[in-house]
């Protein structure tokens, strides 16, 4: 089996990572902080970044040819735990209208501190886009 990188070419050029590798019917989605696409985290706090982050997820899973009902697990890595539950509620309606009302395995981990200090969050996550017989 071979691997294909994913980047799609409106997030940030990696530099020293890949946005995504595509084996086989998989798709692994490398962690993605709320960087736009002048490098930078978006202003504001959890919900702007988790919409960001997010949103940087999902255009990686399309450009690998998957949509968010592919998505098997995701790992999100806070910060701060507790703002993130704080803003659950907002947090959870943000997924449903990006990625509906099914969820994936999933893990929600509190960190010291991410790769871009002004990062609350990061999302990673892995995707099975074989054949749907339906």
């Known amino acids: 089996m071979s691997a294909e990188i994913i980047n799609p ?3 940030v050029t990696p530099k020293g990572f890949a946005h995504g590798v595509k084996a086989g019917p998989f798709v692994y989605l490398g962690g993605q902080t709320a960087l736009d696409s002048d ?3 978006v ?3 959890i919900i702007e970044q988790f919409t960001q982050a997010f949103s940087n997820v ?3 899973l399309e450009h690998a040819g998957g949509k968010p009902s592919d998505l098997i697990d995701v790992t999100i890595y806070l910060t701060d735990v507790d703002d993130y539950q704080r ?4 947090i959870g309606k943000i997924w449903r209208e990006m990625a509906g009302t ?3 395995a999933m893990a929600g981990l509190g960190v010291t501190q991410l790769w871009q200090p002004e990062a609350l969050i ?3 996550g892995v995707a099975y886009i074989g054949d749907d017989p339906q």
């Not at 803003?87 to 907002?90: A, D, L, P, V």
């Open 58 to 60: 999902l255009a990686t």
């Open 39 to 41: 490098y930078k985290i």
């Open 9 to 11: 070419p409106q997030l």
């Open 102 to 104: 099914e969820y994936p």
């Open 43 to 45: 202003p504001g706090g």
């Open 87 to 90: 803003n659950g509620r907002e």
């Open 122 to 124: 990061e999302i990673q």
